[in-house]
T-cell receptor, first 117, second 114 residues
Framework: GAVVSQHPSWVICKSGTSVKIECRSL??????MFWYRQFPKQSLMLMAT?????????EQGVEKDKFLINHASLTLSTLTVTSAHPEDSSFYIC?????????????FGQGTRLTVV | AQTVTQSQPEMSVQEAETVTLSCTYD???????LFWYKQPPSRQMILVIR??????QNATENRFSVNFQKAAKSFSLKISDSQLGDTAMYFC???????????FGKGTKLSVKP
């Protein structure tokens, strides 16, 4: 299957600082990328959907000014957690799909464990 | 709103035996896809199997098969000849709409015992 690389795998940051997470599709062009958040022993919650070249669509309850998503190219999307607080500590996962059709398989990155201290 | 329900938080099975994980969903759409994903301790999400709603034939992938009951909105996963490497969290997921974003169930933690 196709490869989606997410970086960093883990990051620790101080409260009040910002941290950027990158999601790259290595061998295909990602028309659509998704960002999820996963709390310990819980399911994946969709945060936002982004299509290349357009603004991300955020799910209800997700602060777009706090979780900035950029999908400037067909191979790269970034999630920036701004002014991070301990409650933002979580596991963040991206996935990418090469087509817009819903039957196109979505491939997942390895995830990023964010710890805000 | 679409929902996906997995009623079994945890299950265990002996190696080489068969286990079935249940999943139900709710939607008013007619065109959608259903998936089972596996998340091992590494936390990498891996697609196990998928089913198109318009297909009546149940999908199979080697030791993995589904029992898709569209009218009942049920989508269970059967794992045959369970192996130790099957130990993982299993998530049922639903995809529809123009974006095709995945909606996940809460997961079932499967332990395969030697």
């Amino acid at each position: 299957g196709a490869v989606v690389s997410q970086h960093p795998s883990w990051v620790i940051c101080k409260s009040g600082t910002s941290v950027k997470i990158e999601c790259r599709s290595l061998d295909f062009q990602a028309t659509t990328m998704f960002w999820y958040r996963q709390f310990p022993k819980q399911s994946l919650m969709l945060m936002a959907t982004s299509n290349e070249g357009s603004k991300a669509t955020y799910e209800q309850g997700v602060e777009k000014d706090k979780f900035l998503i950029n999908h400037a190219s067909l191979t790269l999307s970034t999630l920036t957690v701004t002014s991070a607080h301990p409650e933002d500590s979580s596991f963040y996962i991206c996935s990418a799909r090469s087509g817009r059709r819903i039957n196109t398989e979505a491939f997942f990155g390895q995830g990023t464990r964010l710890t805000v201290v | 709103a679409q929902t996906v329900t997995q009623s079994q938080p945890e299950m265990s099975v002996q190696e080489a035996e068969t286990v079935t994980l249940s999943c139900t969903y709710d939607t008013s759409e007619n065109n959608y896809y259903l998936f089972w994903y596996k998340q091992p301790p590494s936390r990498q999400m891996i697609l196990v199997i998928r089913q198109e709603a318009y297909k009546q034939q149940n999908a199979t992938e080697n030791r993995f098969s589904v029992n898709f009951q569209k009218a009942a909105k049920s989508f269970s996963l059967k794992i045959s000849d369970s192996q130790l490497g099957d130990t993982a969290m299993y998530f049922c997921a639903f995809s529809e709409g123009s974006q095709g974003n995945l909606i996940f169930g809460k997961g079932t933690k499967l332990s395969v015992k030697p």
